[in-house]
């Protein structure tokens, strides 16, 4: 009996995860011919119907789908797929959470829906199944991006809730298969049939997190604690954070400003009973 047969449930994300990591590089490299374009350089469509369990009427839309404009000169490209299958992916998701959770109030159900929906979540199915391999672009950067997206990701096995650097790629070839697949079957049902297990593990009340800014403006609001974010990003490409003023975190990204910001309050966050601890023993 292997490991993935025998782990837990909640551990079988992970351990997929950690599986890809180590391949991803040989899979970058490995290319099979397409039968549709005559490129032998090209990944062979056809093993993308066999991930999705699906057959198209129309082979021009999963073309479409996995083609980047900077890979032609011309407008082809998947950004209008991409369009039609955030429309849909939000649809599908609204009426699915409608009949799940009957008690839950609007507020409630849209945070659950963008968890599920956001640019990491659907990354994470992008690396989950292999569909970037069957990517076409001429991005010199992007498969160390995507290196190192999935190995950032393992020590979030569910969501990082935007500590970890998103290659925007992925999430927009999971949209613009789902919009292939709503305009070749002209059917949201179809789409909630394809797609329902590849985006697993869906988010729930249950797995549902705050982001960190959010919740520590709430747990400092609650606790009655002056809350201070200092942007020295451009000087040194961080964030500090003070309670009461004392610095309680600090967050580091270059390249992004808003990843430093995220992982300033979540340091802040771990170090935050320290201060709630000394705040409650002065007051006794």
């Known amino acids: 009996m292997t490991a993935m047969e025998t782990a837990r449930p909640e551990d079988q994300e992970g351990l997929v995860l950690q599986m890809q990591a180590v391949q991803l590089g040989e899979q970058s490299a490995s290319r099979t011919e397409s039968t549709w374009d005559g490129d032998s350089l090209l990944p062979n469509l056809e093993e993308v119907e066999e991930i999705l369990d699906y057959r198209f009427q129309n082979k021009s839309l999963l073309v479409e789908a996995f083609t980047d404009s900077s890979w032609t000169d011309n407008d082809f490209s998947y950004e209008r ?9 939000n649809l599908i998701f609204t009426k699915q959470q409608f009949f799940q959770y009957p008690k839950l109030m609007p507020g409630a159900l849209t945070r659950l829906r963008a968890a599920n929906v956001d640019t990491e979540k659907l990354a994470r199915v992008a690396i989950k199944h292999g569909l970037h391999r069957y990517l076409r672009h001429k991005k010199p950067l992007l498969e160390e991006q995507i290196r ?4 950032a990701i393992l020590d979030y096995p569910l969501h990082s809730n935007g500590l970890v650097d998103v290659p925007k790629s992925l999430a927009d070839i999971v949209e613009s298969s789902i919009g292939a697949v709503f305009i070749d079957s002209d059917s949201l049902s179809t789409v909630w049939k394809v797609f329902k297990s590849l985006l697993e593990p869906i988010i729930d009340m249950e797995t549902l997190k705050i982001h960190p800014v959010t919740e520590l403006y ?3 609001q609650k606790k009655k604690m002056k809350l201070r974010f200092v942007d020295l990003w451009k000087e040194d490409m961080k964030f ?15 390249p992004k400003k808003e990843i430093a910001l995220n992982r300033a309050a979540r ?18």
């Open 81 to 89: 797929l991409e369009y039609v299958g955030d429309c849909v992916l």
């Open 148 to 151: 190192g997206f999935s190995e």
């Open 218 to 220: 709430e747990v400092c």
């Open 240 to 254: 500090d954070v003070f309670i009461d003023d004392q610095l309680v975190g600090i967050g580091v990204y270059q």
């Open 267 to 284: 340091d802040a966050l771990d170090n935050i009973d320290r201060i709630l601890a000394e705040k409650d023993g002065s007051i006794s």
